[in-house]
């Protein structure tokens, strides 16, 4: 099989593709030949040697990828043989790996039909983003006189964060850059804002009076300012990994985060892929690369031009 891989620590160019050996499932595995596999802001972090506490760096060499969709091709002891031939999408696990491939090793147990209608890239946003959505969405509990605003709301998850608060009945303000507008407004954001246009605050000001959740993935200056715009009793979700103090206790900052999100992280993958079927959260792949091209995917999501979920693609017409 075909694989990216990586000796050493380094920059999006460790990345290479290499031919290794086709794995062969063992008991309570199945086989995955993947059509899809989801590129993560951790992946770049772990290929650029960055380790985390919840996250010790791995030995080298390694496939990187822990989100995969596909069909599976084999089972191991121990695993029904009807997975044979099904379209299956699973998250690998923390820590996992192999999923920019050809062929991935998954335990049975973390496997899910891809619902109807759902094609390889919609569920491997879904059963990765996606459920970090979902536990985002049930941290902030969002209601219907809630005004919302999230950051980074042309990526990935901030397309599900839009929907979500839509969903709940709440209005909702986007903040992207540049051409990614567009995007925002394309998911039904009441209100859309460059964060990088001079004026932006009173803009927000202006259009949106009172705010009361803030959603943030970005960390920084912007989300700071933003925090000092909420009302009195409003809430911040915080999921940039920023632990810095913010003042004003009658704002709280909820960092969701880890330990916050372990416990449900099954339910929140099956919330995700239910709300992708049936059209209240929908993934938006907007960064499609073949998987030969898996640099590239990583340097578009580190200097922020991809836009929505990052997916890598196994082509498998043999061509």
Known sequence: MHAIRHHAFGPADV??????????????????AVEAAGVHLLDTSIRAGLAFPSTPLPELPMVPGREVAGVVDGVGAGVDDDWLGRRVVAHLGPGARGGYAELTLVDAGRVYAIPDGLDAPTAVAAIGTGR?????????AIGADDVVVVTS?????????????????????????????????GFGADTV???RAPGWVEALRAAEPRLTVLLDGVGGEVPRTLHGLLEPGGRM???SGDTEGYDGPDRPVVDIL??????????FEQQALAAAADG????HVGSRFPLA???????????????????????RTGG
């Open 237 to 239: 979700v915080r999921f």
């Open 258 to 267: 880890g330990p916050a999100l372990l416990p449900r992280l099954a339910e």
């Open 193 to 195: 804002l460059d964060y």
């Open 293 to 315: 091209d898996a640099a590239a995917a990583h340097r578009a999501l580190e200097s922020r031009t991809s836009v929505g979920k990052v997916v890598l693609l196994v082509d």
């Open 15 to 32: 990345l290479r593709l290499e031919q290794l050996p086709d794995p062969d499932p063992g008991p309570g595995q199945v086989r995955v």
């Open 153 to 185: 709301a042309a990526g990935g998850l901030g397309v599900l964060l839009i929907q979500g608060a839509r969903h709940a009945g709440a209005r909702t303000v986007g903040l992207a850059g540049g051409t990614k507008l567009d995007v925002v407004r």
């Open 132 to 140: 970090t959505a979902a536990g985002i969405l049930h941290h902030a």
């Open 280 to 283: 209240s959260r929908v993934p």
